[in-house]
């Protein structure tokens, strides 16, 4: 019997809808693997394992980095959702192998480092503290990165690019000298500022010589987005909020920018908002129907809502808590002043973070991609794209023919 437009209502007001993308992770740092499980991904997608491998290889590199990544060479296995390497729609397993395998041998450190879970951790799970740090070392975003790169492979179908990059590394500001993906690559540091790559390589090895860490900035630019991934109507569709949870979901993230970010506070509204041009010659062509805007201060995304501009996120991550020199602790048994436990540790990651948090946006790209359109085959995300695409190209036609 159909049910009534009542009921269909109630039924619809009252569903609960699964994001189209999700992804659960598992595995401790030293464990046997490290899996994710991705489930929403389009069927009909070559799984191209060599583009999810190069990025977890960038993840691993970069000047400043600690022993372990020597140990590891991480190389993803597509466990389930592929048949002849071209994903099914089924959920896809992703795991990484651990070498460095060694969990049941650690020791249970004596005195908790600030700037970990190590001590609320243990508290809030009454467990020891090995228990907890396991699990939320920075080890997990290895999984986490192989996870967006698959995403960026539906991204890179329909013609959206993700890219980043180090902007500042220990108060050694790069600012961009070029969007060239190979002055990047060929960076120690993975700025896009050559110049400053001595500099920053210079403040790494000075903060090593004193057992200390550094911190940095890193930015994420996503080209090529159709307007309208996101919404304005409710807080958690917005765009923008998704991308800050995704990115401050980070381990080690401390602030989170959207365009201008917190430079935006320091001027006045005709500084900031984007004037809206319109070019006829380019009408026909572009995702964004004609409409140009001569600034970017909104980094993409007005209203929660994708327009057609780059989208810009920058993210800040702090300096590794575990230092070298041993920062002052308490012993959990005896009370005691204590140095911290030391566990092996990176001097910077800050050029790793700029992977992650690349690959974590473009996870959250993909995610609002398959949500606005068509995510259960690649053929009909390209068809919806289009049809809609022409749709509001219709719209736009007849503007002034609206009631
Ligand atoms: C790529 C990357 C590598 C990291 N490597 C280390 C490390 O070697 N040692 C360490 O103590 N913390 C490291 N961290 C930071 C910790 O994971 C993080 O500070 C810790 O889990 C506490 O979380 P919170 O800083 O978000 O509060 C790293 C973070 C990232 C993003």
Redesign the pocket.
Known sequence: MPLSPWNDDVRLANRKTPPMLRMLTAGESHGNALTAIVEGFPAGVTLDKAFIDRELER?QGGYGR?K?QKLETDRVFIDSGTFKGVSTGAPITLRLVNNDAKLERLQEPAAP?G???DLAGAISYQTGIRQVLER???RE?AVRVAAGALARLVLREVGIHVFGYVAELGGVAAPPLSRDPAVRDASPVYTLNPEADAAIVAAVDAAREAGDTLGGIVETIVEGCPIGLGSHVQPDRRLDARLACAVMG?????GVEIGLGFEAAHRPGSKVMDPVRYDPDHDADDRRFGFRRPSNNAGGIEGGTSNGEPIVVRAA??P???LAKRGPSINMATKQESPANY????VC?VP??SV?VENVVGFEIASALLERFDGSSLDSLKATMAAVHALNREKLASWADRP
């Not at 980070?250 to 401390?254: E, H």
């Not at 566990?343 to 990176?346: A, G, P, V």
């Open positions: 993840r600690g372990r480092r700037g970990h879970v939320a070392s920075a975003t980070i381990q080690a993230i401390k991550k702090k590794i808590s575990t566990e092996r540790s990176d990651a790793a973070a992650i």
